[in-house]
């Protein structure tokens, strides 16, 4: 082998960059520590010091990296979590209770427990480790005998599950990444993909086609790459921003409106949302026709008003505005200048237009 063959197959082992912004990786961080800390004070303070029960199992530590470092991985499931981590101890239990040779009694159980997983879709790598634990774990594991896949397995599998939801809920995380449940509904064909564009027939047909578990669930992968392809298209709008398609002429109200005048405001200037700003103009939160259906006329809207609004500045790229957008749900978005007043507001209908706009040159150019 050449030196230069050497160095491109050693290149390979490089890591590939992390795109993690370091706010969200210390958030990970903070939460595996409050998530591990929380399940050994828990486990310590239910089990006592006398107790022959491990109060924490070292893959509790493998089961944080993936609860709170990447929770969108379907590895990182609830299921997957409390039903790879039981099934591993029913299996590893089971192995060191009739397989009198450790070494063989391991290699069985770990292989069992991942057909096991797979079987039960619930694969969650940590377990492959807990299943060693129950064969290898020495006498005093052993002596637990299948009472160790309740304590300290399930126990404190159902502990560090429960902190990575709380923690997940308190930091404005999605989790669980559950799949998107889809209703019954008559057969209809599938849509036609545009030129250049994928399917989701598509899709699912080249993650067969690979006839391996790819870490990623096929909602978020879909996801994912249809704001790629957004971004691709937006790419031909060169630099159309938010100011350039946004609305100036906002109608805003103020926390003390009340729900029957944000009605009257919204009937008048036929709007479906109001940014809801202080006496500053910093947008506070925003509500919508659907806020205000049930609400009491009299009722601030600071009763009920969604807070956490997202906002962009008049200089955005009008990239971003496709991938909210089109990609997740927005029909309405506050824009701000650069001291975070409310400077305008973009609706789907200003989208529209702006594109549209935007084509024409490009359409006589190639006339």
């Known amino acids: 082998m050449s030196?230069?063959?050497l160095s491109r197959w050693l290149a390979g082992f490089a890591p590939s960059p992390v795109t993690l912004r370091w706010r969200e990786r210390l958030r990970s961080g903070a939460g595996a520590l409050l998530g591990i800390a929380l399940t050994g004070a828990l486990s310590h303070w239910l089990l006592g010091n006398a107790s022959t029960i491990p109060w924490l199992i070292a893959p509790m530590g493998a089961s944080a990296v993936l609860l709170f470092g990447v929770p969108?991985?379907?590895?990182?499931?609830?299921?997957?979590?409390?039903?790879?981590?039981?099934v591993s101890a029913v299996v590893g239990v089971t192995c060191a209770?009739?397989?009198?040779?450790?070494?063989?009694?391991a290699a069985v159980a770990v292989g069992v427990a991942i057909c096991a997983m797979f079987t039960l879709r619930c694969v969650h790598p940590p377990s492959g480790a807990v299943a060693l634990t129950a064969v290898l774990g020495g006498p005093a594991v052993h002596a637990l005998g299948y009472e160790f896949v309740l304590e300290p397995v399930l126990l404190q599998s159902c502990m560090l599950l429960g902190s990575a939801l709380v923690y997940?809920?308190?930091?404005?995380?999605?989790?669980?990444?559950?799949?998107?449940a889809t209703q019954a509904k008559p057969a209809e064909p599938p849509a036609p993909a545009a030129a250049g564009s994928f399917t989701r027939a598509d899709l699912e047909a080249a993650l067969r086609e690979r006839n391996e578990l790819i870490d990623v669930?096929?909602?978020?992968?879909e996801?994912?790459?249809?704001?790629?392809?957004?971004?691709?298209?937006?790419?031909?709008?060169?630099?159309?921003?938010?100011?350039?398609?946004?609305?100036?002429?906002?109608?805003?109200?103020?926390?003390?409106t009340t729900v029957n005048e944000a009605r009257a405001l919204l009937r008048k200037h036929d709007v479906k949302a109001l940014?809801?700003?202080d006496a500053q103009g910093l947008v506070k939160g925003i509500v919508t026709r659907a806020d205000l259906a049930e609400a009491n006329d009299a009722t601030p809207v600071v009763a009920l008003m969604t807070t956490h609004v997202r906002t962009l500045s008049a200089a955005t790229p009008i990239v971003e505005l496709l991938a909210l957008f089109a990609g997740r749900g927005h029909h309405h978005v506050p824009v701000v200048d650069g001291e975070r007043r409310l400077a305008g507001i973009i609706t789907q209908a200003d989208l529209i237009s702006g594109l549209y706009q935007q084509t024409q040159p490009l359409q006589k150019q190639s006339a």
């Not at 209770?97 to 009694?105: C, E, G, R």
């Not at 997940?168 to 998107?180: E, V």
């Not at 994912?224 to 060169?238: C, K, P, T, V």
């Open 97 to 105: 209770l009739f397989i009198n040779d450790p070494a063989i009694a």
């Open 223 to 256: 996801a994912l790459l249809r704001e790629a392809e957004i971004r691709a298209y937006a790419r031909s709008f060169g630099v159309l921003n938010c100011a350039d398609v946004m609305s100036r002429n906002v109608v805003s109200i103020t926390p003390a």
């Open 72 to 86: 969108a991985s379907p590895l990182a499931q609830p299921w997957s979590i409390i039903g790879g981590n039981l």
């Open 275 to 277: 940014p809801v700003v």
């Open 3 to 5: 030196l230069l063959t």
């Open 168 to 180: 997940h809920k308190a930091t404005g995380h999605r989790y669980p990444h559950a799949a998107q």
């Open 217 to 221: 669930a096929t909602d978020d992968l």
